[in-house]
């Protein structure tokens, strides 16, 4: 099969060799042993690559040049403002690389280029540069002690921090570890999903361009049971930010049990609820913000709002806005800029999410629109956007995260009815409130069980505040100022005056 050159960015993907070798300590190697993997592209199924196979003994290598980066201080011991300059650089080498890396991104792991370019490159390079802006305005503190003393309470870089991401936003999952980690200090050894490993690496030798030190920020791609479980079980490694399903954040947690007790930051699954009453100013906006933010990134996005809740009475108005929207997303060619929904990351990730579409039908969920599988002819993973109604909160499809277009319209009838069936769920990273009525938005937006509560949208977004969810959906928060305290320590000197 012959790839379509007839658009520009085809025959830019065409001419693409993707170099998916390691980055360990300033350079491209190969994995120690060799060894290496073919990565092929949701488009079209065909090879777009190979992958260094990245072993234990490759993640040895990492984060031994990485403590060696973290103890003679070449980054940790700069001054916050050099480290913010650098930060700033490393933000305005990826935005120069845009075209570059969102053509990747979107060959890697299937989304529209349109919002790759749009999206997950200038949200990247800001993360970066904010970390890097916000670090040299940090102040530590001193104490409220005896005046014979003062206790002076400081932060210290950890050392070294082991990042493990998905493949759904791959650039973004990572600056959002890299940005705090590396701002404050430390060296880290990222190990980006065997999915979607490409822009990780690019995003390494960008960072060695700007000026970060070589040894500080390494990329070892390869198998989350191989290398990934290598960095997990460390004993060198202080800390391990993840991102990825609940499953492997239980396994992050017995990793660091069975190793050396380090810090472990999970940022899991979801099944967020998105409740509407039939108070709701705009009901049809509501199902403007659902569809969008469902089938946006082809539905793999921790936070969709899979579970639309909505009052009995406005169930039909609801229904008929969200098929008009989902007509917008049907999927397209991902690298046509205008489309608005590309391919599933791979044949795999394709076959789960129809098996939860047969196993709704099955539980006697009515199927309003999608459920297929289309653009077979490209040999690309394409589901169409997908809504059930007539959904209960006990069914497969409102239990599980899908990851995939698919989303459920479960009717209610009161208040507490919401708020019970809404909070139902292991997950609890985000929710949505639709009301008119302001009291009742408040009190439903603090009974909602999530670590991120919309009212009346669902899609404003920002570096500034954080994210992370309650129950299963995990601990820790990326992005804001909080994200610094994952990966920094306090420290309290007590200094006799
Ligand atoms: P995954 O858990 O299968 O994999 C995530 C990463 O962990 C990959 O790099 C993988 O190689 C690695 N991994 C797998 N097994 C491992 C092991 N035994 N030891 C160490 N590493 C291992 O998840 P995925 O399919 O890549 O991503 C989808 C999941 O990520 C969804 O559940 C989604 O909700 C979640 N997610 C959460 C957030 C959030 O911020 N809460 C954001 C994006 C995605």
Not at 90 to 106: G, H, K, Q, Y
Not at 320 to 339: H, I, S, V
Request: with cysteine.
């Amino acid at each position: 099969t012959k790839l379509d050159t007839s658009s520009p960015w085809h025959a830019r993907a065409a001419a693409l060799q993707p170099d998916g070798r390691l980055f360990i300590n300033g350079a491209r190697v190969a994995a120690a042993d060799g060894q290496t993997f073919d990565k092929h592209s949701p488009l079209n199924g065909l090879r777009l690559g190979t992958v260094a196979r990245g072993q234990k003994a490759d993640v040895d290598a990492a984060v031994a040049a990485a403590r060696r980066a973290f103890a003679d201080r070449r980054w940790a011991g700069k001054p916050p403002r050099e480290r913010k300059r650098i930060m700033q650089r490393w933000s305005e080498l990826v935005l120069a690389a845009r075209d570059e890396l969102a053509l990747l991104e979107t060959l890697d792991m299937g989304k529209p280029i349109g919002h790759s370019l749009a999206v997950d490159v200038p949200a990247t390079a800001n993360c970066l540069a904010w970390y890097g802006e916000a670090v040299d305005k940090l102040y530590d503190e001193i104490a409220p002690t005896a005046d014979t003393a003062l206790a002076l309470i400081t932060r210290e870089a950890m050392g070294v921090i082991g990042a493990i991401v998905p493949w759904n936003y791959p650039l973004i999952m990572a600056a959002w570890k890299l940005g705090p980690a590396l701002a404050s200090g430390n060296s880290v050894v990222l190990k980006p999903s065997e999915k979607s490993p490409y822009t990780a690496l690019r995003l390494a030798e960008l960072a060695l361009q700007a000026g970060i030190p070589e040894g500080v920020f390494n990329v070892v791609p390869g198998f989350g049971h191989e290398a990934g479980e290598a960095l997990a079980l460390h004993m060198d490694v202080d800390a391990i930010g993840f991102t990825g399903s609940t499953r492997i954040g239980r396994r992050m947690l017995a990793c660091a049990a069975e190793s050396n007790l380090k810090r472990v930051y999970n940022e899991l699954g979801g099944k967020s609820a998105f409740v509407v009453f039939n108070d709701a100013k705009d009901v049809a906006a509501a199902a403007r913000a659902a569809a969008g933010s469902v089938f946006y990134n082809q539905g793999e996005s921790c936070n969709a709002p899979t579970r639309l809740l909505v009052q009995q009475d406005v169930v039909p108005e609801f229904m008929a806005a969200l098929q008009d929207e989902a007509r917008k997303y049907l999927p397209g060619d991902p690298l046509d800029a205008a489309t608005e929904m590309g391919a599933l990351v791979d044949a795999g990730q394709m076959s789960t999410v129809l098996g939860y579409i047969h196993q709704g039908q099955a539980e006697g969920a009515n199927l309003a629109f999608g459920g297929r599988r289309v653009r077979t002819e490209t040999g690309g993973y394409f589901v169409e956007p997908t809504i059930f109604e007539g959904v209960r909160n006990d069914m497969t499809i409102a239990r599980e995260e899908i990851f995939g277009p698919v989303l459920g319209v479960i009717p209610f009838t009161t208040e507490a009815d919401a708020l019970a069936l809404a909070n139902d769920s292991v997950y609890g990273l985000q929710a949505s409130v639709w009301s008119g009525q302001i009291d009742r938005a408040h009190r439903v937006a603090r009974g909602l069980k999530a670590g991120t509560v919309h009212v009346n949208q669902y899609d404003e977004d920002d570096i500034t505040v954080p994210f992370g969810g309650f129950k299963q959906s995990g601990n820790g928060r990326d992005k804001s100022l909080h994200a610094f305290d994952k990966y920094t320590e306090l420290k309290t000197t007590w200094l006799r005056i």
